[in-house]
């Protein structure tokens, strides 16, 4: 079945470093891809999202592009701040059933000042 | 706008015993959502729902029970709490089917069983 993998955590940056979480999927079909933030003590929010090869998601700096020939949608962001600290999952979902999310295992961030 | 609210927050529960885990959503959305959250294995979908009167089994939904009688409210229900179901517990919503719908997620309810 389809399946969410994600880098292994936790990483640990200092404030303005570059940001790499990788995520690769497997799929029988065109999926939707998507990345979800949980800070501490809340629920998941939708930080960007892409549903076809070569879009790129963006949002709060965060960026992420859909890439089919590697079965990737690797998360990055330029500069991280402190306030980026949280769990960081990667999700897939059918075209027509968004509703069913198949999530990676997580990846924790912690930014130091 | 209160979105998806989940109760209660925390829950300890005896094994054997019994407990309904509420969610409501104001956006009148059309499909909810469980799942469960465990340590390092992301979160799995426990049932869901595309409208009032349907409900779906999801990858694991063995010990729950689910119903959806008004578009509002999706409770999820522990006939017999098993220690295995010690978990975060999230409900979601969206409003499409299309896959660029965004789906909202509760706070969580943290249940430990005993």
């Known amino acids: 079945g389809d399946s969410v993998t994600q880098m292994e955590g936790p990483v640990t940056l200092s404030e303005e470093a570059f940001l790499t979480i990788n995520c690769t999927y497997t799929?029988?079909?065109?999926?939707?891809l998507f990345w979800y933030v949980q800070y501490p003590g809340e629920g998941l929010q939708l930080l960007l999202k892409?549903?076809?090869?070569?879009d790129k998601g963006s949002n709060k700096g965060f960026e992420a592009t859909y890439r089919k020939e590697t079965t990737s949608f690797h998360l990055e962001k330029g500069s991280v701040q402190v306030s980026d600290s949280a769990v960081y999952f990667c999700?897939?979902?059918?075209?027509?059933?968004?509703?069913?999310?198949?999530f990676g295992s997580g990846t924790r961030l912690l930014v130091r000042p | 706008n209160a979105g998806v609210t989940q109760t209660p927050k925390f829950q300890v529960l005896k094994t054997g015993q019994s407990m309904t885990l509420q969610c409501a959503q104001d956006?009148?959305?059309?499909?909810m959502s469980w799942y469960r959250q465990d340590p390092g294995m992301g979160l799995r979908l426990i049932h869901y729902?595309?409208?009032?009167?349907?409900?779906d089994q999801g990858e694991v939904p063995n010990g729950y029970n689910v119903s959806r009688s008004t578009t509002e409210d999706f409770p999820l229900r522990l006939l017999s709490a098993a220690p295995s179901q010690t978990s975060v517990y999230f409900c979601?919503?969206?409003?499409?089917?299309?896959?660029?719908?965004?789906?909202?997620f509760g706070q969580g309810t943290r249940l430990t069983v005993v």
């Open positions: 979601a919503s969206s409003s499409g089917t299309g896959g660029m719908t965004e789906a909202f």
């Open positions: 799929a029988t079909g065109y999926p939707s």
């Open positions: 892409a549903t076809k090869a070569d």
């Open positions: 999700a897939l979902s059918d075209l027509d059933s968004s509703y069913k999310l198949i």
């Open positions: 956006m009148n959305h059309e499909y």
């Open positions: 729902s595309v409208g009032a009167g349907i409900t």
